[in-house]
C-alpha cells in the first residue's frame, strides 16, 4: 500500500507557470509546496547554490509584478508574505534538481520539465497552423462562405486542442509507505 504517495497531474503543474517578463516562470511559494519544503527553505538551498542561478535563471518579483499577480489569481494565499517572491524560469527549475537532492524533488522536477517541454510543442505547433491557415484565408479573400465556416471550425478545434482542461491527465505516485 501507498500511504504517503503523492500524486501531481499536469493540471496542478499548469495552474503553477505564469508568464512574468514574458517568459515562463514558477513561484518558490508554489514550487516548495510541490517539492513538500517550506519556501525558506527551498530560498535557504537556492542562496547557498547562488551561483547556479543567474539571473535569467531565477529573478525576484517588482512590487508591481506581484500586486498584478495577485489581482490576476483573485484573493491572496500569500497572506503574510514579508519577501517579493522568486520567480524561477525553465532552466532555473531544472538547476534545482541539483541543489535539492530529494527522490521527490527529482520525480517534480522530471514532471515539470515534461510540462514545460508539451507547452512549447503545442505553442509552437498552434503558431505555425495559425500563420497557414491565415496565409490560406488571404489567398480566398472571403469569396467562399463555406470554406469560411470551415475556417472557423478550425480555430475552435485549435483553441480547444490547447486549453489545458483538454489535455490528458497525467500524474505520476512518489514514494512507498
Known sequence: MESNAAIITDEVVISKIYI????????DKD????????TGNLN???????TRFPEDFMFQLYEEE?????????????????????????QGVAML?????SERAIQVNIRIMRIFTRIKHILNNHSDLNLEIEKIKKKLNNHDKNLEIVFNYLDELIE????????PEIGFVVGKG
Open 20 to 27: 512574468i517578463r514574458n517568459t515562463k516562470v514558477m513561484l
Open 31 to 38: 514550487l516548495a509546496e510541490l517539492y513538500q519544503v517550506t
Open 44 to 50: 535557504k538551498s537556492v542562496f547557498r547554490n547562488k
Open 66 to 90: 506581484f500586486k498584478n499577480l495577485i489581482f490576476q489569481n483573485g484573493i491572496s494565499s500569500w497572506g503574510g508574505t514579508r519577501k517579493l517572491p522568486y520567480a524561477f524560469t525553465e
Open 97 to 101: 534538481s541539483g541543489v535539492l537532492r
Open 160 to 167: 480547444k486542442q490547447t486549453d489545458p482542461k483538454h489535455l
